[in-house]
């Protein structure tokens, strides 16, 4: 077992240094392009502390016969919460008003509250169940836009379904992402947000190129975006992007898997799956390449 001393996330060049004659290796947000897994002499598990595979070539592994394993819905509270927070955060302006307090102002800062507010989930998995307990708990209305689940899933969790991501866009005050980066550009880019109410904010602890982060930047200033959240980025770590000098934002460095719950549950259920995989057994979590 061996740790790599360089931080995470590791560039496909780190991977390769790193991967020597393992027979498994456990990642977060690093990158395991071709050519990283392809460097794996021995490799026979790639296994993700975390639920999006964006960061692993999926298929280049299944054709060298390397299993992926990933560790889904055990981080799913743990982001919950992030968004919350960092829901209430922008809202309530909590960011400017510590850092004023430290510098040794005392001003007021006003926001809106979240109840009878409308909350729209982009992604409606086991994140986003989370999130619309939640966001129920503080007296918000839900709907979801998910085509890929079922009318029945909306009406458990209470929530109202939308056959559109325009209408979810339309009627949110808050629009929050749960869904895993769609590989082909932004879900969001500058038209999506034009449709957005006037006022309404956007979260994104999904994937940072779910967004157009440009085009968030120009809504941000001209004052069509009330305000992003984010704890994903385009580019990770986002330094020098133009991101983070937009007014109304409030940032994370993904940290929202980031719970000693959280961590737990994933470590130990990619090292069990690692194990299995490694005495022939069927791991309780490979991930699937879809068609
Ligand atoms: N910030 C973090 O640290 C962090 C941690 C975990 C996961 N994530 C991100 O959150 C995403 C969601 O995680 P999850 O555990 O809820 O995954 P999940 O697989 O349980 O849910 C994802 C949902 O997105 C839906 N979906 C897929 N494509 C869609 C599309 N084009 N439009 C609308 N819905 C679509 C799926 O049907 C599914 O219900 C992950 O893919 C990952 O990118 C971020």
């Known amino acids: ?10 560039s496909s060049r780190q991977v390769r240094e790193e991967l020597g004659g393992a027979d498994a290796v456990i990642v977060a947000l690093d990158e395991l392009d071709a050519a990283a897994i392809s460097a794996g002499r021995n490799l026979k598990v790639i296994a993700k502390h975390g639920v999006g595979v964006d960061n692993i070539d999926v298929g280049r592994a299944a054709l060298g016969g390397i299993t992926v394993v990933n560790a889904p ?7 919950a ?15 400017d008003a510590h850092n004023s307090l430290l510098e040794g102002r005392w001003e007021r800062f006003h926001g809106p509250e979240l109840v009878d507010r409308t909350m729209a989930i982009l992604g409606f998995g086991r994140i986003g169940h989370e999130v619309a307990k939640r966001a129920h ?16 899933e909306f009406e ?49 602890a999904a994937r940072g190129d779910l967004v157009d982060e440009d085009a968030v930047v120009a809504a941000l200033r001209d004052g069509a975006l009330a305000g992003y959240a984010a704890d994903a980025f385009a580019v990770e770590p986002p330094v ?4 983070l000098t937009a007014p109304n934002v409030v940032f994370t460095p993904h ?20 194990l299995a ?14 068609d």
């Open 255 to 274: 940290i929202g898997a980031f719970t000693d719950h959280a961590n737990e549950l994933m470590g130990m259920s990619v090292v069990e799956d690692i």
């Open 240 to 243: 020098g992007r133009p991101l």
């Open 156 to 204: 458990r969790a209470g929530v109202e379904r939308c056959e559109e991501i325009d209408a979810a866009l339309a009627e949110a005050d808050v629009v929050t992402l749960h869904l895993p980066s769609t590989g082909t550009g932004p879900l969001l880019g500058g038209e999506a947000i034009g449709r957005m109410k006037p006022g309404a904010v956007l979260v994104n």
């Open 1 to 10: 077992m061996r740790y790599p001393e360089a931080s995470s996330p590791l």
């Open 81 to 95: 919460d992030l968004v919350m927070g960092l829901l209430l955060a922008l809202q309530r302006k909590i960011v």
């Open 137 to 152: 708990g503080f007296g918000m209305r839900v709907i979801a836009y998910d085509p890929f689940l079922a009318p029945a």
């Open 73 to 79: 819905g055990m981080n799913s509270t743990a982001v």
């Open 277 to 290: 995989v490694l005495s022939g057994r069927a791991p309780r979590h490979p991930v699937i390449i879809k």
